[in-house]
């Protein structure tokens, strides 16, 4: 069936609540919670398997007072797959596979930004001596954490010195002081790629800006590992079928949605000297990580922001039964971009793909109608070596297509009966870049200071049929015997008689 989209440009993160407001899908805390810890807990505690709602406090201890900067804090819209249809403008029952499929074309489509002269994230601007990023009610999230962490969903916006393109990547910045935020950033991410880019021009700071609260595409754009030199406003343009429109900041000439909550504008300097210490944080791996050190740090030049700003926040980290949003958004995006990886490597015959939540895609699962031997080590060859696959597709399994990787019990059965670990069904791809917060990577290796990134060993699990068996006289000539479950005429005959049986509307197969 033809998946009927009808793109949605809410404007704001306003209307984006309006519109959860309206699909039932958004719940208001009214009772006063505290900013630290407790409010955290409640947004983990909530969100469930990605059942939980959207969250608004707009009752936060220390900023209920008349005349506070701001007052709300908005949580946890993309932690479910329903509200997920609802930014790509689709019917919120939309199967995840379909939104994966409608992911793999939208995330490829462009539609350049509009530039305008102002706008409501203009109302307020607060420069020099006056900017205190402790006027804000931003969470701190996890007991655990190191601090308070302004930067948890905003997207960073910095640019190419020599093609002024810009990217907006999310990455953790926790408040060091009143003006600096120190941040968690890899070199191999595409911030990374910008300040070498600048600190080969010469330059001690590169211009960077935190769009906070905007629509729900910056949220799934940020976050995404769009390609190198594509700017994600024309992503998130392509996606909402209207250009984004934008203003230029007040200290450097990067550019940031006219209708954002609050903007944070500043420069991220390079001389270690100026480093601030930052973490540990409550991860997307569902761990405590990223050890307290010494990190790259903004110097905060400038804060606008909306009349009575409500300010975005996620907690992040996936566990059984807790889903985060980053975890909800990386299963649809991340793999929609793994399957057109494999498209744009030229690997025939795929047939679904799909990274589950509860993990966020560190584990990727491939189906596909395998033609030829070892066609699954290519797919594992294609995924590990494009950059998508930095912080994710730890391990890759392939099935074949009568497996429905939406179901965990086909997956696993598949493992059970087609690996053959002395069959090189099992391939070890060993010391690859990868996410420096995993703890099953030794200490050392984590320190993406030290080497620029983590250090993942990957695994294949191939768990196709091997074709380099023989075909088998005694199966028709395939390689794998029958299954147990009944031939179609046999199935069918027995369907027909399966109410007068009495087993109507009793569990069956
Ligand atoms: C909620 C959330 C938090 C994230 N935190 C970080 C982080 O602290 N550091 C980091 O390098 N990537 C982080 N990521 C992942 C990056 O945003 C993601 O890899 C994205 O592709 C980066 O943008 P880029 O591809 O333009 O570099 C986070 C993603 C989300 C959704």
């Excluded at 939540?357 to 494009?386: D, E, F, M």
């Excluded at 703890?439 to 196709?464: Q, Y």
Aim: hydrophobic share 40%; net charge neutral.
């Amino acid at each position: 069936m033809e998946l009927e989209r009808k793109p949605a440009a809410f404007g704001d993160m306003r209307r984006w609540l309006d519109a959860l407001r309206a699909e039932g899908e958004l719940h208001e805390v009214k009772a006063e919670v505290d900013w630290n810890t407790e409010l955290g807990t409640i947004v983990r505690m909530a969100q469930g398997p990605g059942t939980g709602p959207a969250l608004l406090f707009s009752n936060i201890k220390d900023y209920n007072k008349p005349g506070s900067r701001g007052r709300r804090v908005f949580a946890g819209s993309m932690s479910n797959y329903r509200r997920m249809a609802m930014v790509f403008g689709l019917h919120p029952d939309t199967h995840p596979r379909e939104l994966v499929k409608l992911a793999r074309n939208i995330m490829a489509g462009t539609l350049p930004p509009k530039k305008v002269g102002t706008g409501p994230v203009k109302e307020n601007i607060v420069t020099g001596k006056d900017v205190d990023l402790f006027e804000f009610p931003t969470p701190h999230w996890n007991r655990t954490d190191g601090g308070r962490y302004i930067a948890t969903y905003a997207g960073c916006v910095t640019k190419n010195p020599d093609t002024n393109v810009m990217n907006v990547g999310v990455y953790r910045g926790m408040i060091g002081d009143k003006n600096h935020i120190p941040i968690y950033m890899y070199r191999a991410q595409h911030i990374g790629h910008h300040a070498l880019a600048w600190q080969q021009k010469g330059a001690k700071e590169m211009p960077i800006a935190f769009v906070i609260g905007w629509e729900p595409t910056l949220d799934f754009c940020a976050g995404s590992p769009v390609p190198m030199g594509v700017c994600e406003y024309d992503v998130m343009g392509a996606i909402r079928g209207a250009p984004v429109e934008l203003v230029k900041c007040e200290s450097h000439d990067l550019y940031v949605p006219a209708t954002a909550e609050i903007v944070i504008e500043g420069f991220l300097q390079f001389d270690p000297a100026t480093h601030m210490e930052e973490g540990p944080f409550g991860e997307f791996t569902g761990y405590v990580a990223g050890e307290r050190l010494p990190r790259p740090t903004v110097r905060v030049t400038t804060i606008t922001h909306r009349n009575d700003p409500i300010l975005r926040g996620t907690v992040e980290g996936a566990l059984p039964g807790s889903f985060s949003e980053n975890a909800v958004c990386s299963s649809i995006m991340r793999s929609a971009i793994a399957w057109n990886v494999l498209d744009r490597a030229g690997i025939p015959g795929v047939t679904d793909v799909w990274g589950p939540p509860v993990h966020a895609t560190t584990n990727l699962l491939v189906q596909i109608k395998q033609t030829y031997r070892n066609q699954a080590k290519q797919v594992a060859n294609a995924i590990w070596g494009s950059s998508a696959s930095h912080v994710r597709y730890k391990h890759v399994t392939v099935v074949d297509d009568d497996i429905d990787i939406h179901d965990y019990a086909a997956v696993d059965w598949a493992i059970a009966y087609r690996v053959n670990a002395g069959e090189n069904d099992i391939v070890i791809m060993p010391s690859t870049f990868g996410a420096g917060l995993d703890p099953s990577t030794r200490k050392r290796d984590r320190d993406i200071a030290l080497f620029g990134s983590g250090k993942w060993n990957r695994l294949l699990i191939d768990a196709t049929i091997n074709l380099d068996y023989d075909p088998d006289p005694d199966f028709g000539g395939a390689r794998f015997p029958p299954t147990v479950w009944p031939s179609p005429e046999d199935e069918q005959a027995v369907r027909a008689r399966w109410k007068e049986l009495g087993l109507d509307g009793k569990k069956r197969g």
